[in-house]
């Protein structure tokens, strides 16, 4: 099975970075020493803290081979390559919301670093893959599931 190639930011790629190594160095130590705890209370058979210090440890091994994997696919946006004629992975695009008609900004990234709160989209969602190669005054229509959305692009920068 080929892998998918994982778009990032460089600030992306970073933090990917920083959570790999907390999860490999401090997180790995703290449940260690929860385990040693737990086995201190003898009888594993009905040890409750012996059990959840091992799911937790079996989860934080899934999510470094997770982030692991990331990082191996990872392909860096450099940005230098990002221009503002066209949207991009990487732009901050501001769009007129034509049926509510209300400004929105939004920067697109990769699937990995999408945070709503911050209005990072990604590329891979229905308002990201239809504003890909738009141009700024470009009408755009996105198929979401309340139906046909309609987007003017006003600006379109890095």
Not at 50 to 59: P, V
Not at 104 to 130: M, R
Request: overall charge negative.
């Amino acid at each position: 099975m080929e892998e998918k190639e994982v778009l990032l930011t460089q600030e992306g790629y970073d933090n990917l970075e920083k959570e790999l190594n907390y999860l490999r160095t401090e997180k790995r130590a703290e449940i260690a020493e929860r385990i040693k705890v737990a086995l201190g209370f003898g009888d594993l058979s009905e040890n409750s803290e012996y059990d959840e210090a091992k799911t937790a440890q079996a989860e934080n091994e899934v999510k470094i081979a997770e982030l692991e994997n990331k990082i191996r696919h990872a392909k860096i946006i450099d940005e230098k390559d990002i221009d503002t004629e066209t949207v991009q992975v990487g732009n901050i695009v501001k769009v007129l919301d034509m049926e509510f008609d209300e400004k929105v900004e939004y920067t697109i990234v990769g699937s990995t670093e999408v945070n709503l709160a911050e209005n990072k989209i990604s590329n891979e969602s229905p308002l990201g893959s239809a504003l890909l190669g738009a141009k700024k005054n470009h009408v755009i229509e996105v198929n979401a599931p309340a139906g046909i959305m309609k987007y003017k692009i006003l600006s379109i920068k890095k």
